[in-house]
């Protein structure tokens, strides 16, 4: 995948992270799906008083764009990190396992799942490696 497409992609979530609702984690994620016509998909994680009521921001993203007719996923990208950390992120955000599951429902097993801190500092992994052996029905 180009470079100038991941950075854009890390900028998109890295924007998107600021209208994270996250009052009870202070905990910011944000996610920027790709899809195979160069669309771009982003989501937040939104809390909820009802703490299981609350969404990632993975998940957040492929509803939006699986409400849009969006398909064939390329890649995402995922950044996240404590609130008091602004943009300053100091780790990578990996999916949690019900994002995990959620991506494989949607995304091929090649899909690129990119961890970024800054759009110069990512780790990229398919989503195979993060989720072998997946459940499929
Ligand atoms: N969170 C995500 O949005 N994505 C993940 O993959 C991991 C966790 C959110 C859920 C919750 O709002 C906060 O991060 C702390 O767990």
Do not use: W
Request: net charge neutral.
């Amino acid at each position: 995948m180009e470079k100038d497409i991941i950075r854009e992609l890390i900028k998109q979530a890295l924007a998107a992270r600021k209208n994270s609702y996250a009052p009870y984690s202070r905990f910011r994620v944000g996610a920027a799906l790709l899809d195979d016509r160069g669309r771009v998909f982003t989501g937040v994680n939104v809390e909820n008083a009802s703490y299981p009521a609350g969404l990632c921001a993975e998940r957040g993203a492929v509803a939006k764009a699986i409400s849009e007719g969006a398909a064939g996923f390329r890649a995402i990208a995922i950044v996240g990190g404590p609130d008091h950390e602004g943009d300053a992120l100091s780790s990578y955000c990996p999916p949690c396992g019900i994002c995990r599951q959620a991506l494989s429902e949607h995304c091929g097993k090649e899909m690129q799942v990119i961890l970024a801190r800054t759009p110069d500092d990512y780790s990229i992994y398919q989503l195979c490696e993060l989720l072998p052996l997946s459940f499929s029905l």
